[in-house]
């Protein structure tokens, strides 16, 4: 049974760091995109980044330059490094694998994990 753990939310202060990772099991992913995405309370879920099996990565334009998405197949994880952190990146992080077509759609990934909170306070 396939199942995405995320851990590494929390509260932090604008200007702030944090680090998510994601673990995988019931079966390897290094041949698959693997992404996080995040949902904001009445927002929809939106995507965040996202990191081929051969490493090219993909950010969406409001964290480009702050957020780094990385992997270790060898341990089927992602993890995502946020730095200078505003109060509008507070949402639930979710992290997901096995993208089929354009990997900013939601509707395109096959694996979930439950989320994370990252709250940050101005």
């Known amino acids: 049974q396939v199942q995405l753990v995320e851990s590494g939310g929390g509260l932090v202060q604008a200007g702030g760091s944090l680090r998510l990772s994601c673990a995988a099991s019931g079966r390897s992913f290094k041949f698959h995109y693997m992404g996080w995405f995040r949902q904001a309370p009445g927002k929809e879920r939106e995507f965040v980044a996202a990191?081929?099996?051969?490493?090219?990565?993909t950010y969406s334009d409001s964290v480009k330059g702050r957020f780094t998405i990385s992997r270790d197949n060898a341990k089927n994880t992602v993890s995502l490094q946020m730095n200078s952190l505003k109060p509008e990146d507070t949402a639930v992080y979710y992290c997901?694998?096995?993208?089929?077509?354009?990997?900013?759609?939601?509707?395109?990934?096959?694996?979930w994990g439950q989320g994370t909170q990252v709250t940050v306070s101005s």
């Open positions: 997901a694998t096995e993208s089929a077509g354009v990997i900013q759609r939601t509707t395109n990934w096959g694996y």
């Open positions: 990191i081929s099996w051969n490493e090219v990565t």
